[in-house]
């Protein structure tokens, strides 16, 4: 008798599972599709290969899906990941990015790849044609250097004339702007120059031959001091002084014109789109904001600080404690010569 209604009970148990599978169905919308385009402009044959095999199904207007990826719910998951993936890189939209855009990706794109980070791990498992060699890494990694080729190095005399020309760049009045028209981000982060009187909390150099003197308020600071930033309290700030490299008579490398100021500020409700901090990027000497509408952090920033730090509170170089003067001159003394400083 028991083992009848443990039959019964299975077999109404299954019934209800298919049924649900079924319906389920009935919700399942397919992610909307475009023909594809050829070669990217300005990209060598062999990268635009490496990258229709291993990143266009997500980060483009074309995908070859599997017969699983569109069940639902998986197709729920597989839709969400490639809507994600087209807003901070669409490649079927390449020929609207502007060279400096494209150059940008294209260190984005390095990053991701070297570190393991692009394609997702959980694609490469069921997608294992999509995982990138040595050698194709190093084809990307050849490309994005080529990019860089024309941000050489610029003379500079002293240490001293580049941290007076910091100081008169980042000045309103050299600038010229008056208190009123202190640039604004489209997100409504505005430019603050009072980060000058925060911490120095870390050094970073990229592909581009920038090097990146990294600041934070006293939040931020009182967060690394006691490594509490799991998450970052509300109210902390970092401001990012990007210079490019120059290289002095001696051979030393030190920090010379400068490039932009990068802000994140932490507040979690107003910024919950992307992870809880706000993003801001002012451009040379006019502090020209990054980007056109508030969803620009959506579509570039967070996706690079999600993938490769995550377990820094998406934050990158965080030290364990707060830098001295004296790290950060040893620090500058470390990037002679170098060549590669990803």
Known sequence: MKHIKRNKLLTITLLCL????IVLQFFNEPIAQASAKGQLEGVPEEVSFILERSCYNCHSNTQQLSFFDKIAPISWIV???IKRAREVMNFSEWDKLSEAEKKGKFYAIFNMVKAGKMPLPRYILTHPESKLSKIEIETIKQFALSLSEKDTFIPLNT?????????T??????LGVAKAEVPVSPNGITYNAD?????VIGMSTLIDNSIRIIYGNDIAVKAIAAENFHPWPDGSAIAKAV?????????EIVPGDFVNMQYMVKDKAKYSGTEGWGFAKFNGHELKPTGKTALFAQQSCISCHRQLAASTGFLFNVPP????????????????????PI
């Open 195 to 199: 980060f000058k009187s925060w911490k």
């Open 243 to 251: 210079f490019k490299q120059t290289k002095k008579a001696n051979g």
């Open 321 to 340: 404690k707060v830098n001295s003067k004296k790290l950060i001159e040893n620090y500058l003394k470390t990037l002679q010569n170098e060549k590669d």
């Open 79 to 81: 839709n969400k990941d």
């Open 18 to 21: 298919g049924l649900s599978f």
């Open 159 to 167: 240490v001293a004339d580049t941290i007076q020309t910091f100081q």
């Open 169 to 174: 760049q980042q000045t309103f009045a050299a």
